[in-house]
C-alpha cells in the first residue's frame, strides 16, 4: 500500500504522535498507513489530504501531482474554459481536478485494487464456468493496475453529453452549484 503519509509526515517534520493529536487519527492507524498495513478510507483521507494540503489521489499514491485544487472556483472553471478554447485541454486517463468525485473515485479505486475478495470473486465464477485461464489472470491483472487509468479517463470523458457517463458529470456539477449557492446565501445571511 503505497500512500504518502509517511513522506508528507517527515517533510512536515512532524511526529507520529503530533500528527494523531493534530489529526484526531489515532496513533496506531496512522502507524498503519506508514506501514503500509492499510490506507485511509473516506473520512481519515479527508482529514490527512486538507492537513497536509495535498489532494486525495496524491494522499493515495494514486496521482503525482500534490496541488489541492478547488475545482468549482470560479478562477479554475475560467482557466479550464481557456484551455478548452484554445484546443489545449485533453481528456486524461488519470484522475485531476476536473474529474468528477475525484477524492472519492481515489478511494474507491484503491480499496478495488486492494480487494483480494474482488480477485477471489473472479476465481469463482472462472470455477464455475469454462473461462480461459489466460484471459482470467489478465482481467485480474487489468483491474489491479493503478496505472491503467481506464475508469478514470471514462469519468473524465464524462463531461461529453453523448457519453454513457454523463449522469456522473451532470451530479457533480449539480453538487458543485449546489455548495457554491449555499456558500452565497451563508454570506448574504451572516452580512
Not at 449546489?178 to 456558500?183: E, I, L, P, Q
Request: charged residues 30%.
Amino acid at each position: 500500500m503505497d500512500n504518502k503519509v509517511r513522506e508528507l509526515r517527515i517533510q512536515n517534520k512532524k511526529t507520529m504522535k503530533e500528527l494523531s493529536k493534530e489529526t484526531g487519527i489515532g496513533l496506531s492507524t496512522i502507524s498503519n498507513y506508514e506501514n503500509g498495513y492499510s490506507n485511509p478510507k473516506k473520512k481519515n483521507a479527508q482529514i490527512l489530504a486538507e492537513y497536509f494540503g495535498v489532494s486525495i489521489p496524491y494522499l493515495l499514491g494514486l496521482d503525482d501531482n500534490p496541488v489541492l485544487v478547488n475545482p468549482g472556483s470560479a478562477k479554475e472553471i475560467f482557466k479550464g474554459f481557456a484551455k478548452v478554447l484554445q484546443g489545449k485541454s485533453t481528456i486524461e486517463n488519470k484522475i485531476t481536478k476536473w474529474t468528477p468525485f475525484g477524492d472519492d473515485l481515489a478511494i474507491i479505486l484503491k480499496e478495488l485494487n486492494q480487494s483480494e475478495a474482488l480477485s477471489d470473486y473472479i476465481d469463482f465464477l472462472a470455477s464455475k464456468k469454462d473461462f480461459n485461464p489466460i484471459l482470467v489472470k489478465a482481467i485480474k491483472e487489468f483491474i489491479a493496475d493503478e496505472k491503467q487509468g481506464l475508469i478514470p479517463f471514462l469519468i473524465n470523458k464524462s463531461g461529453a453529453e453523448d457519453s454513457p457517463y454523463h449522469y456522473v458529470w451532470e451530479a457533480w456539477v449539480k453538487i458543485l452549484t449546489n455548495t457554491r449557492d449555499g456558500k452565497k446565501r451563508r454570506r448574504v445571511r451572516n452580512n
